[in-house]
């Protein structure tokens, strides 16, 4: 088993849907959950990350964690076309000298007009 | 505004020569890395570097090779290319401490070997 599990899609939206994207997750030592997003041909970019359980809210987007189920997962509401893209997420153990998150293979996401 | 810049966004190579690829970062990060991502296998660390002339090897790096000479600048060398890796090869880079969950990635070198 794959220490990050995250279905690659691809997944296609409407315009204007609420989208839920998601990981688990294998490790408990897991600390900080992130989230990338990937534009075509393009290198992925920071979108959010968390530290530790619960929500976090920036705009449309919410990232949830659930450390008890080993769970994480990305919302985006009103979805729109310029969200089209692909969503990695990356989680790291934390701790001194840890600094190589694990990624996800990718959600390819479609938003379509 | 912080950036990460890769030598090359295309590249076609012949199977059995020596490539060169190339990273560079302007934000004094002390943390560099090489992945390859391929469709259905994601991002894959190939090697990484924590400070110059220090190398570690990541989850595949059996053809590759890596120097880190200056601070800025993390290379990533194919010693004999080989069609399989045909692929898209990321340059990211992160700072040491608190804030190292983040990386930087450069735009990618799509290498297509023949």
């Given amino acids: 088993q794959k220490e990050v599990e995250q279905d690659p899609g691809p997944l296609s939206v409407p315009e204007g849907a609420i989208v839920s994207l998601n990981c688990t997750y294998s490790n408990s030592a897991f600390q900080y959950f992130m989230w990338y997003r990937q534009y075509s041909r393009k290198g992925p970019e920071l979108l959010m990350y968390t530290y530790s359980s619960g929500n976090k809210e920036d705009g449309r987007f919410t990232a949830q964690v659930d450390k008890s189920s080993k769970y994480i997962s990305l919302f985006i509401r009103d979805s729109q076309p310029s969200d089209s893209a692909t969503y990695l997420c990356a989680i790291l153990k934390g701790g001194g000298g840890s600094y190589i998150p694990t990624f996800g293979r990718g959600t390819s996401l479609i938003v379509h007009p | ?114």
């Avoid at chain 2, 570097?49 to 220090?54: A, I, R």
């Avoid at chain 2, 990533?76 to 804030?99: D, K, P, R, V």
Wanted: aromatic share 12%; charged share 25%; glycine share 8%.
């Fill in chain 2, 1 to 114: 505004d912080v950036k990460v810049t890769q030598s090359s966004r295309y590249l076609v190579k012949r199977t059995g020569e020596k490539v060169f690829l190339e990273c560079v970062q302007d934000m004094d990060h002390e943390n560099m890395f090489w992945y390859r991502q391929d469709p259905g296998l994601g991002l894959r660390l190939i090697y990484f570097s924590y400070d110059v002339k220090m190398k570690e090897k990541g989850d595949i790096p059996e053809g590759y090779s890596v120097s880190r000479e200056k601070k800025e600048r993390f290379s990533l060398i194919l010693e004999s290319a080989s069609t399989n890796q045909t692929s898209m090869y990321l340059c990211a880079s992160s700072q040491s401490g608190g804030a190292s969950y983040e990386q930087y990635f450069g735009p990618g070198t799509r290498l297509t070997v023949t």
